[in-house]
C-alpha cells in the first residue's frame, strides 16, 4: 500500500482543531504546531489528546531564535496512533500563553512510525531555509515538515512538496524529492526569525508469504504427490 494523505486540515487555532472527516483506524496522526511567544520565553505542551483515545507521541520539536520584537518562535510535530474511527477533535494545552500560532493536521495511510527520523532547523535569513538536521529517507515515504516564521513574506514549498500553509508553515511531499537530506522552504521577504521541524514516516512494510514443498493430493483414496 503506498503512503498516502488521507485528509489534512490547517488551523489558526494554535490549542487544536477538528479534523473534516471521520479518521479511521489504523491510520497514523500528525499534527505540526507552530508557535510564537509574545514575551520571547519559549513553552512546552503540556498536555495533548484527542476524542478517538489515541497515544500522542512527541517526536521531534525546536526552540527557535526571538524575532525583531523579542518572541520566540517554535516548532513541534506530535504522532497518535491506536485510536477508534470517527469524529476526531485534537486538544493542545500549554505552559503559557502564546502571540500566535497554528496547527496542521494530516491523516495518513500506509505508514509506520517504525524507523521514524526527524530533521530541524531555525535561523533569521528570509530568503531560503532548510532543516540544519540531515535524515535519511528510506522505501517511500512519508514527508511533513512546518513551523512558525515571524515577518510578513509568504512562504513557498521546497521543490517537490505541497505547501499547507502560509505564515503558520507547513508542508508535505510523497515523490518527486530531490534533495533527499532536507525540508526545503523559502520567502519572498520580510522574515526575520524562523524555527522549523520534519518528519520522515516510512511506508508499511508488506508481507509476503511463500509456500514451500509439494502440495498432496487426494485421488480414489491414496495420497499422491
Same mark, same amino acid.
Given at each position: #500500500?503506498?503512503?498516502?494523505?488521507?485528509?489534512?486540515?490547517?488551523? /489558526?487555532?494554535?490549542?487544536?482543531? =477538528?479534523?473534516?472527516?471521520?479518521?479511521?483506524?489504523?491510520?497514523?496522526?500528525?499534527?505540526?504546531?507552530?508557535?510564537?511567544?509574545?514575551?520571547?520565553?519559549?513553552?512546552?505542551?503540556?498536555?495533548?489528546?484527542?476524542?478517538?483515545?489515541?497515544?500522542?507521541? &512527541?517526536?521531534?520539536?525546536?526552540? +527557535?531564535?526571538?524575532?525583531?520584537?523579542?518572541?520566540?518562535?517554535?516548532?513541534?510535530?506530535?504522532?497518535?496512533? /491506536?485510536? =477508534?474511527?470517527?469524529?476526531?477533535?485534537?486538544?493542545?494545552?500549554?505552559?503559557?500563553?502564546?502571540?500566535?500560532?497554528?496547527?496542521?493536521?494530516?491523516?495518513?495511510?500506509?505508514?509506520?512510525?517504525?524507523?521514524?527520523?526527524?530533521?530541524?532547523?531555525?535561523?533569521?535569513?528570509?530568503?531560503?531555509?532548510?532543516?540544519?538536521?540531515?535524515? &535519511?529517507?528510506?522505501?517511500?515515504? #512519508?514527508?511533513?515538515?512546518?513551523?512558525?516564521?515571524?515577518?510578513?513574506?509568504?512562504?513557498?514549498?521546497?521543490?517537490?512538496?505541497? *505547501?499547507?500553509?502560509?505564515?503558520?508553515?507547513?508542508?508535505?511531499?510523497?515523490?518527486?524529492?530531490?534533495?533527499?537530506? *532536507?525540508?526545503?522552504?523559502? =520567502?519572498?521577504?520580510?522574515?526575520?526569525?524562523?524555527?522549523?521541524? /520534519?518528519?520522515?514516516?516510512?511506508?508499511?512494510?508488506?508481507?509476503?508469504?511463500?509456500? *514451500? +514443498?509439494?502440495?498432496?493430493?487426494?485421488?480414489?483414496?491414496?495420497?499422491?504427490?
Amino acid at each position: #500500500m503506498p503512503v498516502s494523505i488521507v485528509q489534512k486540515k490547517t488551523s /489558526g487555532a494554535f490549542n487544536g482543531f =477538528t479534523f473534516t472527516s471521520n479518521v479511521t483506524a489504523g491510520n497514523i496522526l500528525v499534527v505540526v504546531v507552530e508557535f510564537l511567544a509574545g514575551d520571547g520565553t519559549a513553552r512546552t505542551i503540556t498536555g495533548f489528546s484527542d476524542t478517538q483515545g489515541n497515544t500522542w507521541t &512527541s517526536r521531534v520539536n525546536i526552540n +527557535g531564535p526571538n524575532d525583531s520584537g523579542g518572541r520566540a518562535t517554535q516548532s513541534w510535530i506530535y504522532t497518535g496512533e /491506536g485510536g =477508534t474511527a470517527g469524529a476526531d477533535t485534537i486538544s493542545i494545552t500549554f505552559s503559557g500563553s502564546q502571540a500566535d500560532g497554528g496547527t496542521t493536521g494530516y491523516e495518513i495511510s500506509g505508514a509506520t512510525v517504525t524507523d521514524l527520523a526527524t530533521a530541524t532547523g531555525s535561523g533569521t535569513t528570509e530568503t531560503s531555509f532548510t532543516t540544519s538536521t540531515s535524515i &535519511s529517507f528510506t522505501g517511500s515515504p #512519508m514527508l511533513i515538515a512546518g513551523g512558525y516564521f515571524s515577518g510578513a513574506g509568504a512562504m513557498s514549498a521546497g521543490t517537490g512538496f505541497t *505547501s499547507d500553509g502560509d505564515t503558520r508553515f507547513a508542508e508535505s511531499a510523497t515523490t518527486g524529492i530531490t534533495s533527499p537530506t *532536507s525540508f526545503p522552504c523559502s =520567502t519572498a521577504s520580510g522574515g526575520t526569525a524562523w524555527a522549523y521541524s /520534519g518528519i520522515m514516516l516510512p511506508a508499511t512494510a508488506v508481507t509476503v508469504f511463500f509456500e *514451500s +514443498g509439494a502440495k498432496s493430493q487426494y485421488r480414489r483414496g491414496k495420497r499422491t504427490r
